[in-house]
């Protein structure tokens, strides 16, 4: 059974940093393409990046510049330094990688961590 577990959420001020972690655990032959979401209050789950397993990154206009996308390909594990951190950023942060196991290869999703940006 694959699984995916965030960790390294909590509670900063603006101006701030965080580093989130994802790490994969399971019986995975190989993960593709990771993927960071977020969740504020009320709104939908949006893309903020994402990292191909070659090492390909695309960020959401609104985190570029401040967010840094990277993988340890060795820990199955994908990290997200978000840097400058405004209150905007607030929101539960989703992991999300397509994963192949002996089953074939799908979508996995964490449980998600909380990041609250606030004096």
């Known amino acids: 059974q694959v699984q995916l577990v965030e960790s390294g959420g909590g509670l900063v001020q603006p101006g701030g940093s965080l580093r989130l972690s994802c790490a994969a655990s399971?019986?995975?032959?190989?993960?593709?393409?990771m993927y960071w979401y977020r969740q504020a209050p009320g709104k939908q789950r949006d893309l903020v990046a994402v990292i191909t397993n070659a090492g390909n990154t695309n960020y959401a206009d609104s985190v570029k510049g401040r967010f840094t996308i990277s993988r340890d390909n060795t820990k199955n594990t994908a990290y997200l330094q978000m840097n400058s951190l405004k209150p905007e950023d607030t929101a539960v942060y989703y992991c999300?990688?397509?994963?192949?196991?002996?089953?074939?290869?799908?979508?996995?999703w964490g449980q998600g961590t909380q990041v609250t940006v606030s004096s």
């Open positions: 399971g019986s995975i032959f190989n993960i593709y393409s």
């Open positions: 999300n990688a397509n994963i192949e196991t002996s089953r074939g290869s799908r979508i996995y």
